[in-house]
């Protein structure tokens, strides 16, 4: 079953081989991302379900990385001699497959076109391996498809992680808007902190639900870039019983990067 969720961002200038002391400036970030390892680490789950937008994605289709594993590094900035090597959960991937296919659900293991783990996923999986490796991980992208199809493949998720009788994590990686400053990578649009106030109130409160009635131009306007995987999680946890905690919220470079955690009440506390 689904234990605990973790909305967490993917900023590679939080790696200290990649932000060459700038990773300092977001200090606040580097001090959630060590709260979630840890708290990970204290639940010992079998299985990481980690949602990327920058995995796989197609427009109308949500691919599950397949095989037994894949490798990575942070090369594209000019780390290559940070690593990865990560185990895949065949089984639940697999079912997490068949269960989509018994829906008719557009979902499965099918056309992967890179193999190699994204940013998306190496950089909080940078800060969970320094706390706890024993693990098998699920890779899923997003796709072009509605914010209620994320949710209900969130739901989908739900069913085949307990019925799979593993001990699961999902973790959802997504920055927020990228527009926050005008010498920002993106400069300024009034969206961008608009979006990242109400993203943070809506997933502080561990509302999911709210995630369904932001505007798809909204969306677009702020630039944002997690909202997706955050649909996702809030359908794998749809029906529990959740403690919700916000750890932080910073924007120093102009995007935003959010940190909240949920527990299943009464499961392992």
């Known amino acids: 079953m689904i234990l605990a969720g973790y909305m967490v961002p993917h900023p590679p200038i939080a790696v200290p081989e990649i932000g060459k002391g700038e990773e300092r400036k977001i ?3 580097l001090d959630s991302f060590a709260e979630v390892a840890k708290d990970i680490a204290r639940i010992k789950p079998e ?5 990327s937008p920058h995995s796989v994605m197609y427009r109308d289709y949500f691919h599950i ?11 594209q900035f000019r780390a290559e001699q940070v690593r990865f090597s990560v185990k895949y ?6 079912r997490i ?4 296919e018994g829906c008719n659900f557009p979902a499965g293991t099918q056309g992967e076109r890179d193999s190699s783990l994204d940013h998306g996923t190496m950089v909080p ?6 706390e706890y490796r024993d693990y098998q991980l699920i890779r899923i992208g997003l796709s072009g498809l509605s914010l209620k199809e994320h949710w209900t493949f969130g739901e989908i998720i739900q069913r085949a992680a307990a019925d799979s009788g593993r001990r699961c994590v999902f973790v959802a990686s997504g ?6 400053k005008k010498d920002g990578p993106y400069g300024y649009r009034p969206e961008g902190p608009e979006y990242d106030r109400q993203i943070m109130e809506v997933m502080g409160d561990g509302d999911f639900e709210r995630l369904l009635e932001f505007r798809e131009d909204f969306l677009e306007e702020s630039m944002e870039c997690g909202h997706r995987s955050f649909a996702i999680m809030g359908g794998a946890l749809d029906g529990m019983e959740i403690e919700s905690r916000k750890l932080s ?11 909240c955690i949920y527990h299943r009440k009464g499961v392992f506390l």
């Open 89 to 94: 959960d065949q089984a639940l991937a697999g």
């Open 47 to 51: 299985t990481i379900i980690l949602i």
């Open 125 to 130: 999986l940078y800060f969970i391996n320094k």
């Open 27 to 29: 200090q606040d970030t």
């Open 97 to 100: 497959a068949s269960e989509a």
């Open 65 to 75: 990385s397949p095989g037994n594993g894949a490798d990575g590094s942070f090369w």
């Open 175 to 180: 920055d927020l808007s990228h527009c926050q």
């Open 249 to 259: 919220h910073e924007a120093v470079f102009g995007v935003g990067y959010g940190f």
